[in-house]
């Protein structure tokens, strides 16, 4: 082995698999035990939680229960039970992300929503903006809904997968406002 291999070693595993979803085509990320990406190809901020890991191209629990919840999710269906998720980010990026876990199926808020929510619990002005760039930067699409974020006067904006994503999502869902 060289020098480059033994560093390689040294890196956390992630393991990938492709999720040919009927909207695209999707990525999704574990370690040992939870699902740590699910991205749509090409998207912003894509593969962010396995940089600086060694890939592994297979499958995990993790992997596979991601699977099952987005072939019922893709398949009309409301799933119930999420699969393992391990988040790693700011206190706040954590906060933002645990909020898009409480948007129910279907229903959209928007990123001002979010940031008085946010701003409740933490006893300080949280801005829409800032929540916007945690939304955008979340490294588990469509299981932790960003795409049912909307702007303030009801529009669909930004989505790291693109707007027709955005879009097939919330019409999937049959949203009740963004759409």
């Known amino acids: 082995m060289n020098n480059r291999d033994d560093e390689n070693m040294n890196k956390p595993v992630r393991w990938v698999q492709t999720y040919d979803a009927p909207i695209g085509t999707m990525v999704l990320a574990s370690d040992e035990e939870a699902l740590v990406g699910a991205w749509w190809t090409g998207q912003k901020h894509f593969g962010s939680t396995i940089k600086q890991c060694r890939v592994e191209h297979g499958s995990t629990a993790a992997i596979e229960a991601a699977r099952r919840w987005l072939d019922e999710y893709f398949g009309g269906g ?75 006067d009801g529009r669909l904006t930004g989505y790291a997968g693109g707007m027709e994503i955005k879009t097939a999502l919330l019409s999937l869902e049959k949203a009740k406002k963004g759409i």
Request: charge should be positive.
């Open 78 to 152: 409301e799933p119930r039970e999420l699969p393992p998720i391990r988040l790693e980010g700011s206190p706040f990026a954590l906060a933002v992300w645990a909020e898009l876990g409480k948007i129910a199926y279907g229903d959209t808020v928007t990123y001002g929503e979010i940031a008085s929510r946010i701003g409740a619990q933490s006893g300080r002005r949280e801005s829409a903006r800032a929540v916007g760039g945690a939304v955008g930067r979340n490294p588990i699409s469509v299981i932790l809904p960003c795409h049912r974020v909307i702007g303030s």
